[in-house]
């Protein structure tokens, strides 16, 4: 790929007419005081109790099943936090025994509005991926009410997932991909880690700038999507959904800024492919306008929307991603050969 830069124009893409939507109220879940949990020491004690119904009641045991895609493993791993006992379930995906060799390790962060999701979840692109030569790591980390934002819980999960995968598999590069609000983790962690420890990044429509969804979605709500710029939107309903749990993570607009603020300018070099839809009616353009003016690379799909990121499309057909992946992550690969020698 070109070492500059490309961006993607913010065309109005209209796929299909929308009709006007009425203002909903939307409620907000409550604020508190509560600060994030002292990194270096590793304790909760200032964060909020995690509920007895996020912890497994006894040790999970690995299961393997094997199919002519994948060989997946499911187990947990423990959390680094000091004094939690919460065992964080994990899914690996290997690719088939005839495999020549695992080009990469992936680590595939899961969407779901920042509320829900598992590691059960986007199962056709955890194996469309092991088609590639890759393995793959997902993980049901908590987030939503059960672990705000201010808490750090989910980053710490994150963190903790990426320290196994990468002690799992020493010898081979490791990269990111994101799907929705997994994509936002997948960006964030990539630009603060940095290439050290990431290789490659992948997010799959990410709501790159929570508070220009959030912004999107007001407009929606209160029926003046079409007006403020937006050609594709949810009606009032869906996106007060939407926004509701989005807020169960963030709580509020401050928040949602700052965490946008962050990916506004490139902070590491890490190699990037952005891919979204055009008429991406959860994450439209906007939401990753800036991510787009630094990505290494950014491919729009024509006449799609935020299915992208729930599944892969067979068949190879030009809705289908996998090739461009593909490239990409040759492409990171070699850069790095090149840089140790090989």
């Known amino acids: 790929f070109p070492s500059t830069q490309r961006k993607s124009k913010m065309g109005n893409l209209n796929c299909k ?13 409550p604020n508190t005081n509560e600060k994030p949990p002292n990194r270096k020491k590793k304790n909760l004690s200032s964060a909020s109790p995690i509920p007895a119904s996020t912890k497994p009641s006894a040790p ?9 895609d994948a060989i997946e493993e499911s187990t947990t791993i423990p959390s680094s936090i000091e004094g939690d006992d919460f065992a964080i379930p994990i899914k690996l995906y290997s690719p088939p025994s005839n495999t020549p060799k695992i080009r990469a390790a992936i680590f595939f962060i899961h969407g779901g509005i920042f509320s829900h999701g598992d590691r ?30 201010r808490t750090n819980i989910t980053n710490r999960d994150l963190k903790d997932v990426i320290d196994y995968a990468k002690d799992r598999w020493k010898d081979v590069p490791f990269g990111l991909v994101g799907s929705s609000s997994g994509g936002f983790f997948a960006l964030t962690l990539s630009q603060t880690l940095g290439p050290s420890v990431i290789s490659f990044c992948i997010p799959i429509c990410p709501v790159a700038n929570p508070s220009k969804r959030a912004s999107y979605l007001r407009s929606s709500i209160s029926g003046t999507a079409a007006s403020d710029g937006y050609a594709n939107f949810h009606d009032a ?27 506004e300018t490139r902070k590491s070099d ?9 008429c991406d009616k959860n994450v439209p353009l906007a939401v990753t306008a800036d ?5 290494t690379r950014t491919i729009v799909v024509g006449g799609r929307g935020h299915e992208l990121c729930d599944e892969v499309v067979e068949g190879g057909g030009y809705h289908c991603y996998l090739a461009d992946i593909d490239r990409f992550v040759e492409y990171c690969l070699s850069s790095l050969n090149s840089e140790n020698g090989q």
């Open 291 to 295: 991510v787009q003016s630094w990505a």
């Open 270 to 278: 890490v190699p990037t492919l952005l891919i979204v839809g055009s």
């Open 60 to 68: 999970e045991v690995v299961v393997v099943a094997a199919d002519k």
């Open 17 to 29: 007419d929308q009709s006007s939507a009425s203002a909903v109220a939307v409620k907000q879940p």
């Open 237 to 263: 309903t869906k996106s007060a959904n939407i926004l509701e749990k989005q807020l169960s993570f963030w709580v509020d607009d401050k928040s949602m800024a700052e965490a946008g603020q962050l990916l």
């Open 120 to 149: 059960d979840s986007h199962p056709t692109i955890a194996h469309s991926l092991t088609k590639l030569g890759l393995a793959v790591i997902t993980a049901s980390f908590r987030n939503g009410d059960v672990a705000p934002h």
